[in-house]
């Protein structure tokens, strides 16, 4: 099985920050197909969008116990990527970055612990949210592992 990204998820999934009900959302969506446009997402988001979906694969596998190809370097821009608001850079963002990549890559390099370092690294995409993006929270804990 390929870990691609697939753009057609994140089209689907795409929710934001806020917490908009599904029913304006419905509207939104319905305006936005009848006009082909596309959500302007920040470059930030769209790599969340990428890591959301690329761990849902991994998950599968974990569980499918499926080999684990090895850490996806793109996820190295989140030091980098422009955010929509660019004051969420702050020092609690930088070390929660660090802390989430280590853990992303700990999975890799201790595969007979793979699901336990899984749930670490989902922990700490929720460690960061619980600061700077509540919105998605609910839709993360989804990956964890049972
Ligand atoms: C270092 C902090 C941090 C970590 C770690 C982090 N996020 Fe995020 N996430 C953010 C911020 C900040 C945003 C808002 C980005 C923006 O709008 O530019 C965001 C946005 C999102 C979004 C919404 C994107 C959209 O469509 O607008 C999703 C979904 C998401 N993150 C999932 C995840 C998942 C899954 C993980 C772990 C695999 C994760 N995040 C790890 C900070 C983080």
Redesign the pocket.
């Known amino acids: 099985m390929k870990l691609a990204f697939n753009l057609l998820v994140?089209a689907l999934?795409?929710?934001?920050?806020n917490k908009q009900t599904e029913e304006k959302k419905a509207t939104k969506e319905t305006e936005k197909s009848s006009k082909f446009q596309m959500?302007q997402?920040?470059?930030?988001?769209?790599l969340?969008?990428q890591?959301?979906a690329?761990?849902t694969q991994l998950k599968e596998r974990i569980i499918a116990k499926d080999s684990l190809d090895s850490y996806p370097v793109a996820f190295d821009k989140?030091h980098t990527?422009?955010?929509?608001?660019a004051s969420?850079?702050d020092a609690?963002?930088?070390?929660?970055?660090y802390?989430?990549?280590a853990a992303?890559k700990k999975i890799y390099q201790e595969p007979s612990n793979a699901k336990e370092n899984f749930n670490k690294?989902?922990n700490?995409?929720?460690?960061?949210?619980s600061k700077?993006?509540g919105?998605?929270i609910p839709?993360?804990k989804k990956?964890l592992i049972p």
Request: hydrophobic share 45%.
């Open positions: 994140i999934f795409f929710v934001g920050c959500y997402m920040s470059e930030m988001a769209a969340m969008e890591m959301y690329y761990n989140l990527a422009i955010l929509t608001d969420d850079r609690f963002f930088n070390e929660q970055a802390k989430f990549i992303q690294m989902v700490q995409c929720l460690e960061c949210h700077k993006c919105g998605p839709r993360i990956l």
